[in-house]
């Protein structure tokens, strides 16, 4: 009974190459995010949807590009990928502020490990 | 996103109480005051929150000074599993949702 899981928990993979990262939460968040960890450990916001409506593009490359089918799922694609992309990436959801009935807080997932060859 | 401040590294011994501190003398009016923690190869995992009131829950207390410019998190008795980085993180009720996550404070806890 996850509540937010990311597949796969490691991906190795060469440059250049296009990986998916998957996330899903069962709590019935609105919101979902994607978060960077980078080896100096700074964690830095990616996107943000809620409702399957992009809300949150922070300034990142044009490879990334995140895919919401549904409210419970959030995808990330990157493409040509680079050794500059090795971090962890964490997934999180939460429900909308307090005037949508939610308190903001983030649920994150046991993150991604890519390391790029 | 108003800025925080929080000391690089804390230790304690097992079973003693812990308290982090937390600066943010730019705080606005609006924003709350919230603490997540990482645990050593673990997603970020949210420990508390508060406004203006102390707070307390199953696994801390939030201290708040009275005029909102700073905060403590306590841990009453701290266990080796309390060992990670405590975020303190201010986030308005206005805008993107994202968490602006500083350095935080690394926390180790001796047997």
């Known amino acids: 009974d996850t509540a937010v899981s990311q597949t796969p928990k490691y991906l190795v993979t060469q440059m250049g190459n296009d990986k998916s990262i998957k996330c899903e939460q069962n709590?019935?968040?609105?919101?979902m995010y994607w978060y960077k960890q980078d080896s100096k450990k700074f964690l830095k916001i990616m996107f943000s949807?809620?409702?399957?409506?992009?809300?949150i593009n922070e300034t990142v490359p044009n490879r990334f590009s995140p895919k919401s089918p549904d409210k419970a799922h959030l995808n990330l694609h990157i493409n040509s990928l680079e050794l500059g992309d090795s971090a962890v990436y964490f997934c999180?959801?939460?429900?909308?502020?307090?005037?949508?009935?939610?308190?903001?807080?983030?649920?994150f997932g046991p993150g991604t490990r890519l390391l790029v060859l | 996103d108003a800025k925080t401040t929080q000391p690089n590294s804390m230790e304690s011994n097992e079973e003693e109480p812990v308290h982090l501190p937390c600066n943010h003398s730019?705080?606005?009016?609006?924003?709350?005051i919230h603490w997540y923690r990482q645990l050593p190869s673990q997603g970020p995992e949210y420990v508390i929150h508060?406004?203006?009131s102390n707070v307390n829950n199953r696994m801390a207390s939030l201290a708040i000074a009275e005029d909102r410019k700073s905060s403590t998190l306590i841990l009453h008795r701290a266990t080796l599993r309390d060992a990670a980085v405590y975020y303190c993180?201010?986030?308005?009720?206005?805008?993107?949702?994202?968490?602006?996550f500083g350095q935080g404070t690394r926390l180790t806890i001796n047997p």
């Open positions: 999180a959801s939460s429900q909308a502020r307090p005037n949508r009935g939610g308190d903001g807080t983030q649920y």
């Open positions: 709590l019935g968040h609105d919101t």
């Open positions: 949807y809620n409702n399957k409506e992009l809300i």
């Open positions: 730019t705080i606005s009016g609006t924003d709350y």
């Open positions: 508060g406004l203006t």
């Open positions: 993180i201010l986030r308005g009720i206005q805008g993107a949702q994202k968490l602006v």
